[in-house]
Protein backbone atom coordinates (compact mmCIF):
# COMPACT_ATOMS: atom_id res chain seq x y z
CA UNK A 1 0.00 0.00 0.00
CA UNK A 2 0.80 3.55 0.04
CA UNK A 3 3.47 5.14 2.11
CA UNK A 4 2.86 8.89 3.09
CA UNK A 5 4.74 11.34 5.70
CA UNK A 6 2.73 12.73 8.17
CA UNK A 7 1.95 14.55 11.08
CA UNK A 8 -0.03 12.73 14.15
CA UNK A 9 -2.80 14.66 12.93
CA UNK A 10 -2.89 14.50 9.44
CA UNK A 11 -2.63 10.53 9.98
CA UNK A 12 -5.61 10.65 12.43
CA UNK A 13 -7.57 12.22 8.99
CA UNK A 14 -6.12 10.07 6.31
CA UNK A 15 -7.23 7.04 8.46
CA UNK A 16 -10.68 8.82 9.19
CA UNK A 17 -10.64 9.47 5.37
CA UNK A 18 -9.71 5.69 4.36
CA UNK A 19 -12.22 4.29 7.11
CA UNK A 20 -14.99 5.45 5.75
CA UNK A 21 -15.80 8.64 7.25
CA UNK A 22 -18.38 10.89 5.93
CA UNK A 23 -18.24 14.05 7.78
CA UNK A 24 -15.81 15.64 10.26
CA UNK A 25 -16.67 18.87 12.86
CA UNK A 26 -14.26 20.83 14.39
CA UNK A 27 -13.59 24.25 16.40
CA UNK A 28 -9.81 25.23 15.44
CA UNK A 29 -7.41 24.60 18.74
CA UNK A 30 -4.07 24.15 18.56
CA UNK A 31 -2.33 21.07 18.76
CA UNK A 32 -5.85 19.41 16.52
CA UNK A 33 -6.66 22.26 13.80
CA UNK A 34 -4.44 20.16 11.25
CA UNK A 35 -6.80 17.02 11.72
CA UNK A 36 -9.77 18.81 9.91
CA UNK A 37 -7.47 21.20 7.37
CA UNK A 38 -6.07 17.94 6.27
CA UNK A 39 -9.60 16.51 5.26
CA UNK A 40 -10.57 19.78 3.86
CA UNK A 41 -7.35 19.78 1.06
CA UNK A 42 -7.71 16.05 1.23
CA UNK A 43 -8.62 14.84 -3.00
CA UNK A 44 -10.26 12.08 -1.68
CA UNK A 45 -12.30 14.14 0.57
CA UNK A 46 -13.02 16.57 -2.04
CA UNK A 47 -14.39 14.02 -4.59
CA UNK A 48 -16.47 12.27 -1.53
CA UNK A 49 -17.77 15.46 -0.44
CA UNK A 50 -17.04 14.79 2.88
CA UNK A 51 -18.45 17.17 4.95
CA UNK A 52 -15.35 19.54 6.43
CA UNK A 53 -16.06 22.85 6.89
CA UNK A 54 -15.65 24.87 10.25
CA UNK A 55 -18.03 24.76 13.26
CA UNK A 56 -19.06 27.54 15.53
CA UNK A 57 -17.86 26.06 18.87
CA UNK A 58 -16.60 22.09 19.77
CA UNK A 59 -20.34 21.57 21.45
CA UNK A 60 -21.91 21.82 18.04
CA UNK A 61 -19.41 20.08 16.52
CA UNK A 62 -19.89 17.21 18.66
CA UNK A 63 -23.68 17.23 18.22
CA UNK A 64 -23.63 17.70 14.59
CA UNK A 65 -21.38 14.60 14.85
CA UNK A 66 -23.55 12.78 16.21
CA UNK A 67 -26.28 13.66 14.39
CA UNK A 68 -24.72 12.19 11.30
CA UNK A 69 -24.18 9.07 13.41
CA UNK A 70 -28.36 9.01 13.73
CA UNK A 71 -28.62 8.59 10.31
CA UNK A 72 -25.90 5.54 9.92
CA UNK A 73 -22.65 7.87 8.52
CA UNK A 74 -19.26 7.97 10.19
CA UNK A 75 -18.56 11.14 12.00
CA UNK A 76 -15.72 12.69 13.65
CA UNK A 77 -15.56 15.65 16.18
CA UNK A 78 -12.22 16.75 16.67
CA UNK A 79 -11.05 19.81 19.08
CA UNK A 80 -8.36 20.51 21.70
CA UNK A 81 -8.42 19.37 25.27
CA UNK A 82 -9.95 22.74 26.58
CA UNK A 83 -12.77 22.41 23.91
CA UNK A 84 -14.26 19.21 25.45
CA UNK A 85 -15.11 21.34 28.78
CA UNK A 86 -17.53 23.01 26.19
CA UNK A 87 -18.55 20.17 24.49
CA UNK A 88 -19.05 17.98 27.33
CA UNK A 89 -22.97 18.22 27.48
CA UNK A 90 -23.18 16.25 23.99
CA UNK A 91 -20.18 14.00 24.72
CA UNK A 92 -21.60 12.45 28.17
CA UNK A 93 -24.88 12.54 26.97
CA UNK A 94 -23.82 10.57 23.63
CA UNK A 95 -22.44 7.83 25.20
CA UNK A 96 -26.19 7.39 26.79
CA UNK A 97 -27.97 7.68 23.60
CA UNK A 98 -25.87 5.52 21.56
CA UNK A 99 -25.02 5.99 18.44
CA UNK A 100 -26.11 4.56 14.75
CA UNK A 101 -23.01 5.06 12.51
CA UNK A 102 -19.22 5.56 14.21
CA UNK A 103 -18.73 8.63 16.02
CA UNK A 104 -15.17 9.43 17.15
CA UNK A 105 -14.10 12.04 19.08
CA UNK A 106 -11.16 13.30 18.48
CA UNK A 107 -9.05 15.45 21.50
CA UNK A 108 -5.62 16.96 21.35
CA UNK A 109 -4.31 17.49 24.83
CA UNK A 110 -1.40 20.23 25.37
CA UNK A 111 0.65 18.84 28.15
CA UNK A 112 3.55 21.92 29.31
CA UNK A 113 0.59 24.53 27.82
CA UNK A 114 2.17 25.41 24.95
CA UNK A 115 -0.93 27.26 23.93
CA UNK A 116 -3.04 26.49 26.16
CA UNK A 117 -4.44 27.70 29.87
CA UNK A 118 -4.26 24.09 31.33
CA UNK A 119 -2.55 20.91 31.37
CA UNK A 120 -5.85 18.85 32.04
CA UNK A 121 -6.17 15.23 30.60
CA UNK A 122 -9.00 14.31 28.43
CA UNK A 123 -8.44 10.60 29.34
CA UNK A 124 -10.59 11.70 32.77
CA UNK A 125 -13.18 12.20 30.62
CA UNK A 126 -13.27 9.23 29.03
CA UNK A 127 -13.31 7.23 32.42
CA UNK A 128 -16.29 9.45 33.23
CA UNK A 129 -18.71 8.78 30.11
CA UNK A 130 -17.33 5.23 30.27
CA UNK A 131 -16.81 4.59 26.58
CA UNK A 132 -13.59 3.37 24.69
CA UNK A 133 -10.36 5.05 24.27
CA UNK A 134 -7.69 5.04 22.04
CA UNK A 135 -4.40 6.75 22.42
CA UNK A 136 -1.78 5.76 19.94
CA UNK A 137 1.86 5.69 20.37
CA UNK A 138 2.97 6.71 17.19
CA UNK A 139 1.40 8.17 13.93
CA UNK A 140 1.25 4.83 12.35
CA UNK A 141 -0.63 3.84 15.43
CA UNK A 142 -2.68 7.16 15.08
CA UNK A 143 -3.53 6.39 11.42
CA UNK A 144 -4.36 2.78 11.91
CA UNK A 145 -6.76 3.54 14.99
CA UNK A 146 -8.39 6.28 13.51
CA UNK A 147 -9.07 3.91 10.75
CA UNK A 148 -10.67 0.96 12.72
CA UNK A 149 -12.40 3.22 15.06
CA UNK A 150 -15.57 3.35 13.12
CA UNK A 151 -15.95 -0.15 13.41
CA UNK A 152 -15.50 -0.37 17.51
CA UNK A 153 -17.72 2.45 18.07
CA UNK A 154 -20.51 0.81 15.94
CA UNK A 155 -19.42 -2.84 17.68
CA UNK A 156 -20.41 -1.29 20.94
CA UNK A 157 -22.92 1.53 19.73
CA UNK A 158 -21.64 3.92 21.68
CA UNK A 159 -19.07 6.95 20.88
CA UNK A 160 -15.00 6.14 20.90
CA UNK A 161 -12.51 9.03 22.42
CA UNK A 162 -9.06 9.16 20.48
CA UNK A 163 -6.73 10.93 22.64
CA UNK A 164 -3.30 12.67 21.65
CA UNK A 165 -0.62 15.05 22.67
CA UNK A 166 1.35 17.89 21.23
CA UNK A 167 3.83 15.89 20.46
CA UNK A 168 2.52 13.16 18.81
CA UNK A 169 -0.24 15.76 16.81
CA UNK A 170 2.81 18.28 15.24
CA UNK A 171 5.63 15.51 14.43
CA UNK A 172 5.81 13.85 11.20
CA UNK A 173 6.62 10.08 10.61
CA UNK A 174 5.96 7.46 7.66
CA UNK A 175 2.76 5.82 7.45
CA UNK A 176 1.54 2.79 5.63
CA UNK A 177 -2.32 3.33 4.31
CA UNK A 178 -4.51 0.49 4.51
CA UNK A 179 -7.68 -0.36 1.59
CA UNK A 180 -10.02 2.68 1.22
CA UNK A 181 -13.30 1.84 2.81
CA UNK A 182 -16.83 2.61 1.28
CA UNK A 183 -19.14 5.16 3.18
CA UNK A 184 -22.07 3.79 5.29
CA UNK A 185 -25.63 4.19 3.32
CA UNK A 186 -27.94 6.32 5.11
CA UNK A 187 -29.84 4.07 8.04
CA UNK A 188 -31.84 4.82 10.90
CA UNK A 189 -31.09 3.81 14.75
CA UNK A 190 -32.85 -0.06 15.58
CA UNK A 191 -34.52 1.46 18.62
CA UNK A 192 -36.83 4.80 17.61
CA UNK A 193 -36.33 6.41 20.87
CA UNK A 194 -32.86 5.57 21.76
CA UNK A 195 -32.17 9.31 21.28
CA UNK A 196 -34.57 10.55 23.10
CA UNK A 197 -33.23 11.48 26.47
CA UNK A 198 -36.47 11.71 28.56
CA UNK A 199 -35.97 10.58 32.17
CA UNK A 200 -37.59 7.24 31.86
CA UNK A 201 -35.79 6.36 28.89
CA UNK A 202 -32.51 7.93 29.77
CA UNK A 203 -32.52 5.48 32.53
CA UNK A 204 -33.51 2.57 30.69
CA UNK A 205 -30.33 3.73 28.37
CA UNK A 206 -28.06 4.47 31.22
CA UNK A 207 -28.75 0.84 32.64
CA UNK A 208 -27.32 -0.36 29.03
CA UNK A 209 -24.25 1.30 28.84
CA UNK A 210 -23.52 -0.08 32.17
CA UNK A 211 -24.36 -3.29 30.75
CA UNK A 212 -21.99 -3.46 28.15
CA UNK A 213 -19.16 -2.17 30.58
CA UNK A 214 -17.63 -5.66 30.79
CA UNK A 215 -17.63 -6.12 27.38
CA UNK A 216 -15.40 -3.26 26.85
CA UNK A 217 -13.25 -4.06 29.32
CA UNK A 218 -12.83 -7.19 27.60
CA UNK A 219 -11.97 -5.77 24.57
CA UNK A 220 -9.22 -3.80 25.98
CA UNK A 221 -7.51 -6.42 27.39
CA UNK A 222 -7.73 -8.21 23.69
CA UNK A 223 -6.50 -5.38 21.91
CA UNK A 224 -4.08 -5.34 20.03
CA UNK A 225 -3.21 -1.57 21.29
CA UNK A 226 -2.07 -3.02 24.49
CA UNK A 227 0.54 -5.58 25.07
CA UNK A 228 2.86 -7.18 27.75
CA UNK A 229 6.09 -7.09 26.49
CA UNK A 230 8.68 -9.65 29.13
CA UNK A 231 11.94 -8.75 30.19
CA UNK A 232 14.22 -10.61 32.50
CA UNK A 233 15.15 -7.82 35.06
CA UNK A 234 11.94 -7.88 36.79
CA UNK A 235 13.40 -5.51 39.61
CA UNK A 236 11.22 -3.14 37.61
CA UNK A 237 8.44 -3.12 35.53
CA UNK A 238 7.26 -0.19 33.27
CA UNK A 239 3.67 0.90 32.45
CA UNK A 240 3.72 3.12 29.13
CA UNK A 241 0.64 4.55 27.89
CA UNK A 242 0.51 6.33 24.15
CA UNK A 243 3.59 8.65 23.41
CA UNK A 244 5.59 7.71 26.65
CA UNK A 245 6.19 4.07 24.77
CA UNK A 246 8.00 5.91 22.30
CA UNK A 247 10.04 7.76 24.29
CA UNK A 248 10.66 4.57 26.25
CA UNK A 249 11.60 2.87 23.55
CA UNK A 250 13.86 5.88 22.24
CA UNK A 251 16.15 5.06 25.49
CA UNK A 252 16.19 1.63 24.24
CA UNK A 253 16.97 1.92 20.22
CA UNK A 254 18.07 -2.05 19.82
CA UNK A 255 14.71 -3.09 21.52
CA UNK A 256 16.73 -4.57 24.69
CA UNK A 257 14.95 -2.68 27.74
CA UNK A 258 15.80 -5.29 29.97
CA UNK A 259 12.58 -5.20 32.07
CA UNK A 260 8.89 -5.95 31.44
CA UNK A 261 6.76 -3.41 29.74
CA UNK A 262 3.46 -3.17 29.64
CA UNK A 263 1.95 -0.87 26.53
CA UNK A 264 -1.26 0.41 26.87
CA UNK A 265 -3.31 1.90 23.87
CA UNK A 266 -6.52 0.99 24.58
CA UNK A 267 -8.89 2.05 27.89
CA UNK A 268 -10.60 0.86 29.83
CA UNK A 269 -7.47 -0.13 31.62
CA UNK A 270 -6.66 -3.79 30.85
CA UNK A 271 -6.57 -4.93 34.26
CA UNK A 272 -5.52 -8.66 33.76
CA UNK A 273 -2.32 -7.44 32.51
CA UNK A 274 -1.64 -5.03 35.18
CA UNK A 275 -2.08 -7.86 37.36
CA UNK A 276 0.64 -9.67 35.80
CA UNK A 277 3.22 -7.05 35.36
CA UNK A 278 2.75 -5.52 39.33
CA UNK A 279 2.92 -9.02 40.76
CA UNK A 280 6.05 -10.24 38.60
CA UNK A 281 8.25 -7.10 38.98
CA UNK A 282 9.30 -5.50 42.33
CA UNK A 283 8.74 -2.12 41.70
CA UNK A 284 6.36 -0.51 38.75
CA UNK A 285 7.28 3.08 37.20
CA UNK A 286 4.13 4.40 35.25
CA UNK A 287 4.73 6.76 32.56
CA UNK A 288 1.96 8.68 31.03
CA UNK A 289 1.82 12.51 29.39
CA UNK A 290 -0.78 14.44 31.37
CA UNK A 291 -2.09 13.86 34.23
CA UNK A 292 -1.46 10.40 36.69
CA UNK A 293 -4.44 9.25 34.91
CA UNK A 294 -2.85 5.39 34.99
CA UNK A 295 -0.97 5.72 38.15
CA UNK A 296 -3.79 6.86 40.63
CA UNK A 297 -6.38 3.88 39.61
CA UNK A 298 -3.14 1.38 39.91
CA UNK A 299 -2.09 2.73 43.06
CA UNK A 300 -5.46 2.51 45.18
CA UNK A 301 -6.09 -0.58 43.20
CA UNK A 302 -3.19 -2.99 43.76
CA UNK A 303 -0.78 -0.74 45.85
CA UNK A 304 -0.64 0.43 49.42
CA UNK A 305 3.53 -0.04 50.01
CA UNK A 306 5.13 2.62 47.51
CA UNK A 307 6.07 0.06 45.09
CA UNK A 308 4.43 1.79 42.11
CA UNK A 309 6.05 5.53 40.91
CA UNK A 310 5.71 7.73 38.49
CA UNK A 311 4.05 11.37 38.52
CA UNK A 312 2.66 11.27 42.29
CA UNK A 313 5.78 10.39 44.52
CA UNK A 314 8.76 12.38 41.96
CA UNK A 315 9.95 9.67 39.67
CA UNK A 316 8.50 11.96 37.00
CA UNK A 317 7.54 15.71 37.22
CA UNK A 318 4.20 16.62 37.91
CA UNK A 319 3.79 18.76 35.37
CA UNK A 320 4.85 19.23 32.01
CA UNK A 321 5.16 16.90 28.88
CA UNK A 322 6.83 13.81 28.65
CA UNK A 323 10.14 13.39 26.58
CA UNK A 324 12.71 10.56 25.90
CA UNK A 325 15.45 12.51 28.64
CA UNK A 326 12.86 12.71 31.56
CA UNK A 327 12.39 8.86 30.36
CA UNK A 328 15.57 8.23 30.51
CA UNK A 329 16.49 10.54 34.09
CA UNK A 330 13.69 7.87 35.36
CA UNK A 331 15.58 4.69 34.72
CA UNK A 332 18.35 5.98 36.43
CA UNK A 333 20.33 6.67 32.60
CA UNK A 334 22.55 9.29 32.08
CA UNK A 335 21.41 12.17 30.01
CA UNK A 336 23.89 14.06 27.90
CA UNK A 337 23.43 17.02 25.86
CA UNK A 338 25.03 16.94 22.73
CA UNK A 339 24.23 20.65 21.44
CA UNK A 340 22.82 23.78 21.89
CA UNK A 341 19.74 25.05 21.74
CA UNK A 342 20.34 27.95 18.90
CA UNK A 343 18.82 31.02 20.03
CA UNK A 344 16.47 30.97 17.54
CA UNK A 345 14.34 28.30 19.26
CA UNK A 346 14.46 28.88 22.43
CA UNK A 347 11.51 29.49 24.26
CA UNK A 348 10.71 33.80 23.60
CA UNK A 349 7.86 35.86 24.93
CA UNK A 350 5.46 36.16 22.28
CA UNK A 351 4.13 39.49 21.12
CA UNK A 352 1.72 40.74 18.44
CA UNK A 353 2.60 40.40 14.78
CA UNK A 354 3.80 43.65 13.84
CA UNK A 355 1.52 45.77 11.94
CA UNK A 356 -1.44 43.86 13.95
CA UNK A 357 -4.51 45.85 14.02
CA UNK A 358 -4.97 44.85 17.92
CA UNK A 359 -2.19 47.17 18.60
CA UNK A 360 -3.86 50.19 17.43
CA UNK A 361 -7.23 49.59 19.15
CA UNK A 362 -4.80 48.74 22.57
CA UNK A 363 -2.87 52.08 22.28
CA UNK A 364 -6.82 53.66 21.67
CA UNK A 365 -8.19 51.80 24.56
CA UNK A 366 -5.36 52.85 26.99
CA UNK A 367 -5.30 56.22 26.43
CA UNK A 368 -9.15 56.31 26.66
CA UNK A 369 -9.13 54.57 30.55
CA UNK A 370 -6.99 56.86 31.58
CA UNK A 371 -10.00 58.73 32.54
CA UNK A 372 -11.04 56.44 33.95
CA UNK A 373 -9.26 54.02 36.13
CA UNK A 374 -6.86 50.38 35.46
CA UNK A 375 -8.56 47.21 36.34
CA UNK A 376 -11.56 46.85 34.42
CA UNK A 377 -10.73 45.36 30.90
CA UNK A 378 -11.57 41.88 30.51
CA UNK A 379 -10.61 39.85 28.01
CA UNK A 380 -11.36 36.75 25.87
CA UNK A 381 -8.50 34.07 24.50
CA UNK A 382 -7.07 34.76 20.63
CA UNK A 383 -4.03 36.55 19.80
CA UNK A 384 -5.73 39.22 21.37
CA UNK A 385 -5.14 38.13 24.53
CA UNK A 386 -1.49 39.06 24.04
CA UNK A 387 -2.62 42.74 24.76
CA UNK A 388 -2.21 41.63 28.67
CA UNK A 389 1.87 42.01 27.92
CA UNK A 390 3.99 45.46 27.73
CA UNK A 391 4.10 47.37 26.38
CA UNK A 392 0.06 47.31 26.15
CA UNK A 393 -0.96 45.73 29.65
CA UNK A 394 -3.85 46.97 28.42
CA UNK A 395 -6.40 43.64 29.77
CA UNK A 396 -6.96 42.24 33.10
CA UNK A 397 -8.58 38.64 32.58
CA UNK A 398 -8.33 35.43 30.60
CA UNK A 399 -9.90 32.45 31.56
CA UNK A 400 -12.40 30.49 29.30
CA UNK A 401 -13.54 31.22 25.96
CA UNK A 402 -16.75 33.71 25.65
CA UNK A 403 -15.93 34.61 29.69
CA UNK A 404 -14.85 38.59 28.77
CA UNK A 405 -18.12 39.52 28.32
CA UNK A 406 -19.75 37.58 31.17
CA UNK A 407 -17.20 38.55 33.72
CA UNK A 408 -17.72 41.92 32.68
CA UNK A 409 -21.55 42.11 33.13
CA UNK A 410 -21.12 40.10 36.77
CA UNK A 411 -18.10 43.07 37.30
CA UNK A 412 -20.70 45.76 36.21
CA UNK A 413 -23.22 43.76 37.99
CA UNK A 414 -21.24 44.59 41.26
CA UNK A 415 -20.69 48.98 40.48
CA UNK A 416 -17.30 48.59 38.19
CA UNK A 417 -17.87 51.24 35.94
CA UNK A 418 -16.85 51.09 32.89
CA UNK A 419 -16.89 47.64 32.51
CA UNK A 420 -15.22 46.79 29.29
CA UNK A 421 -14.93 43.17 27.21
CA UNK A 422 -12.57 42.48 24.27
CA UNK A 423 -13.28 39.50 22.14
CA UNK A 424 -12.45 38.12 19.15
CA UNK A 425 -14.78 38.00 16.11
CA UNK A 426 -14.61 33.89 16.08
CA UNK A 427 -14.20 33.96 19.63
CA UNK A 428 -17.49 35.94 19.84
CA UNK A 429 -19.68 33.37 17.50
CA UNK A 430 -18.10 30.41 19.72
CA UNK A 431 -19.48 31.50 23.10
CA UNK A 432 -19.84 35.24 23.43
CA UNK A 433 -23.28 35.25 21.48
CA UNK A 434 -25.15 34.38 24.51
CA UNK A 435 -23.32 36.21 26.95
CA UNK A 436 -24.35 39.00 25.08
CA UNK A 437 -27.50 38.04 25.21
CA UNK A 438 -27.73 38.16 28.94
CA UNK A 439 -26.12 41.80 28.95
CA UNK A 440 -29.07 42.76 26.87
CA UNK A 441 -31.83 40.49 28.74
CA UNK A 442 -30.49 43.11 32.32
CA UNK A 443 -29.58 46.15 29.95
CA UNK A 444 -25.84 45.84 31.93
CA UNK A 445 -23.93 48.97 31.20
CA UNK A 446 -21.27 47.12 29.67
CA UNK A 447 -18.89 48.41 26.31
CA UNK A 448 -18.21 45.45 24.62
CA UNK A 449 -15.31 45.83 21.83
CA UNK A 450 -15.26 43.20 19.11
CA UNK A 451 -11.65 42.97 17.99
CA UNK A 452 -12.73 41.91 13.98
CA UNK A 453 -9.96 40.50 12.01
CA UNK A 454 -11.77 38.41 9.72
CA UNK A 455 -10.45 35.39 10.68
CA UNK A 456 -9.47 32.85 13.62
CA UNK A 457 -6.11 34.25 13.63
CA UNK A 458 -4.75 32.15 16.66
CA UNK A 459 -4.94 29.12 15.20
CA UNK A 460 -3.67 30.28 11.41
CA UNK A 461 -6.55 31.61 9.65
CA UNK A 462 -9.50 29.78 9.50
CA UNK A 463 -13.34 30.99 8.88
CA UNK A 464 -16.02 32.08 10.94
CA UNK A 465 -19.37 32.22 10.72
CA UNK A 466 -18.95 35.93 12.20
CA UNK A 467 -17.33 37.30 8.97
CA UNK A 468 -19.22 39.80 7.36
CA UNK A 469 -21.57 40.28 9.37
CA UNK A 470 -20.96 41.05 13.25
CA UNK A 471 -23.48 44.23 13.85
CA UNK A 472 -26.33 42.42 11.89
CA UNK A 473 -25.74 39.41 15.20
CA UNK A 474 -25.32 42.44 17.50
CA UNK A 475 -28.46 44.20 16.71
CA UNK A 476 -30.40 41.11 16.06
CA UNK A 477 -29.85 39.75 19.45
CA UNK A 478 -30.59 42.98 21.23
CA UNK A 479 -27.87 45.77 20.67
CA UNK A 480 -29.57 48.80 19.99
CA UNK A 481 -28.15 50.43 16.69
CA UNK A 482 -27.34 53.33 17.36
CA UNK A 483 -25.03 51.49 20.11
CA UNK A 484 -23.12 49.62 17.41
CA UNK A 485 -20.32 51.37 16.32
CA UNK A 486 -17.80 49.87 13.91
CA UNK A 487 -14.05 51.86 13.55
CA UNK A 488 -11.25 51.49 11.46
CA UNK A 489 -8.24 50.57 13.88
CA UNK A 490 -5.04 52.77 11.76
CA UNK A 491 -3.15 55.72 13.28
CA UNK A 492 -4.63 57.87 11.29
CA UNK A 493 -8.10 57.20 12.86
CA UNK A 494 -6.63 57.34 16.79
CA UNK A 495 -8.26 60.36 17.81
CA UNK A 496 -11.84 59.10 16.24
CA UNK A 497 -11.36 55.79 18.28
CA UNK A 498 -10.40 57.20 21.46
CA UNK A 499 -13.74 59.49 20.73
CA UNK A 500 -15.68 56.66 19.98
CA UNK A 501 -14.72 54.40 22.81
CA UNK A 502 -15.27 57.56 25.44
CA UNK A 503 -18.59 57.70 24.45
CA UNK A 504 -19.53 54.24 24.83
CA UNK A 505 -17.70 53.98 27.92
CA UNK A 506 -20.25 56.41 29.11
CA UNK A 507 -23.11 54.97 28.15
CA UNK A 508 -25.04 53.22 31.27
CA UNK A 509 -26.25 50.03 28.20
CA UNK A 510 -24.75 47.53 26.36
CA UNK A 511 -22.73 48.78 23.57
CA UNK A 512 -20.78 46.71 20.81
CA UNK A 513 -17.40 48.62 19.25
CA UNK A 514 -15.98 46.83 16.46
CA UNK A 515 -12.50 47.64 14.97
CA UNK A 516 -12.15 45.74 12.01
CA UNK A 517 -9.36 45.41 9.62
CA UNK A 518 -7.99 42.30 8.37
CA UNK A 519 -5.34 40.22 10.18
CA UNK A 520 -1.74 40.96 8.85
CA UNK A 521 -1.05 37.60 8.21
CA UNK A 522 -3.65 36.59 6.10
CA UNK A 523 -3.52 39.71 4.17
CA UNK A 524 -0.05 38.83 3.34
CA UNK A 525 -0.76 35.23 2.73
CA UNK A 526 -3.62 36.68 0.51
CA UNK A 527 -1.12 39.15 -1.33
CA UNK A 528 1.55 36.13 -2.05
CA UNK A 529 -0.85 33.90 -3.50
CA UNK A 530 -2.59 36.57 -5.66
CA UNK A 531 1.79 37.71 -7.08
CA UNK A 532 2.14 33.62 -7.27
CA UNK A 533 -1.15 33.51 -9.68
CA UNK A 534 -0.55 36.36 -11.93
CA UNK A 535 2.90 35.15 -12.11
CA UNK A 536 1.53 31.90 -13.30
CA UNK A 537 -0.72 33.34 -15.93
CA UNK A 538 1.83 35.51 -17.42
CA UNK A 539 4.34 32.73 -18.39
Not at 259 to 266: A, S, V
Not at 282 to 288: G, N
Not at 293 to 301: A, L
Not at 415 to 439: E, K, Y
Request: with cysteine; net charge neutral; charged share 25%.
Amino acid sequence: MEKLLLLGAEAIAQGAIDGGMSGIYAYPGTPSTEITEYVQNNKIAIERNIHRNWSANEKTAVEAALGMSYAGKRAMACMKHVGLNVAADPFINAAITGVNGGLVITVADDPSMHSSQNEQDSRFYGKFAMIPMLEPSNQQEAYDMAYESFELSEKFKIPVLMRITTRLSHSRSGIKRKEIKSENPLTYPDDPIQFVLLPSNARKRYKGLLGIQSSIEEAAEKSKYNKYIDGKDKSLGIIACGIAFNYLMENYPENNCPHPILKIGQYPMPYSLLDKIVNECDKILVLEDGYPFVEEQIKGYFDKSGKITGRLNGAIPRDGELNPDIVGKALGKEVKQFFKIPEIVKNRPPELCSGCAHRDIYTALNETMKEFGKQKVFSDIGCYTLGALPPWNAINSCVDMGASITMAKGAADAGVRPSVAVIGDSTFTHSGMTALLDCVYENTPVTIIIADNATTAMTGGQTSPATGRLEQICIGLGVKPEHVRVLTPLPKFHEEMIKVIREELLYEGVSVIIPRRECIQTATRSKKEQRVKAEEVTQ
